[in-house]
């Protein structure tokens, strides 16, 4: 017979065997059902009776939503639409991201809830403060925080002195607070002061302690004599009670001879002399009388004369016309000047009798020197 040809393992292109079949699959699992347990004619019994449907809840009114909590709902919406086309994990993680935002979405939806129940009650309860707090509340807190920057500019130091006007009383004092440590430097600055002023007008006189304090730290007398500074010190000579600004006062009485005759501080020494207290009016007449010869030849000196014979006190104003008199040709010296004529006007008013003759005859001595000035001619029509 013929050989039978020899069967030949297979071989991979790659010279190894192929891989072995796959196990055959488990057989699928016994399910074994559970006893049936017997039941007690007690429990047959309560099987057999009707149950008592329970009336249903009455439905939940659905909060009122805004406008944007809304529109995102619906953009939520049209994602889970596109959600089974999704990977399992994706899907999981995007679950756990919407339940995320779901939950801050409800809390936002019951503050709003009580906010609305709130002002329904404001409105049932109409106030006016709280009226008129709500425009108030909106400037104070586009200054807050940033006072000192804002009022060192032209546009800022307006939006803060508009927020002082406006502020109650608490919110005025919290945005004054953020000067402390500057008050000098708004001393200085030409918007700043102008907020000093605001909170000299609009505070209350205890409110202001920590301007005086830092005013009398640095230098009153230098404040007195400062562009923008001798401004905020007359606001708070109006404002403050006597008591309060003595600091204040007794360092310009202490450097009067100069105060007195500088640009800017002759008007605090007018400002003094008429809203001090009795004590210091009294010792500020008694300096000008003084030096009555030197402030009446000073071009800003004789401005103080002249405000001491209208704003002193009346006994004061009738110490100093006679004072003036007693000083040989200072009548008709200061009576060619701009700012002394008023002066010799004023002591033309307050003298009477023989003194206020005395005073007419050494004018008219030197009529032609009167009628060769301006200010001297004004003299004339009051002799």
Known sequence: GAQKPEVKPLVAASGFPPPPPPPPPPPPPVVVAPPVQEQSPQQLQQLQQPKQLQPPPPPLQPLQQPQHQLHQQQQQQQQWVLLPSLAPQQLQQHQWSALHHLQPSMEQQVKQHFEQQWQLQQQEQPSNSCQSAAPVAGVSATVAGKVWELSQEATGCREVQRALEEASTEVRRQLASELHGHVWEALRSPHANFVLQKCVATLEPEALQFIIDEMVLGSAEKAAKSKFGCRVFQRLIERCP????????????????????????????????????????????????????????????????????????????????????????????????????????????????????EARRRLLADESALRASKFGRSVLKHA
């Open 242 to 357: 006597g008591a309060q600004v003595s600091q204040l006062v007794e360092a310009v009485i202490a450097d009067f001879a100069v105060v007195a005759r500088h640009p800017y501080g002759n008007y605090v020494v007018q400002h003094l002399l008429e809203h001090a207290t009795p004590q210091h009016r009294h010792c500020l007449s008694q300096l000008v009388e003084r030096d009555m010869r030197g402030l009446a030849a000073d071009t800003f000196g004789s401005t103080v004369v002249s405000g001491a014979l209208s704003k002193a006190p009346q006994e004061s104003q009738l110490s100093l016309a006679r004072a003036l008199l007693r000083e040989d040709g200072l009548l008709v010296f200061i009576a060619c000047s701009k700012h002394g004529h008023n002066a010799v006007i004023r002591t033309l008013q307050v003298l009477k009798g023989a003194e206020r003759e």
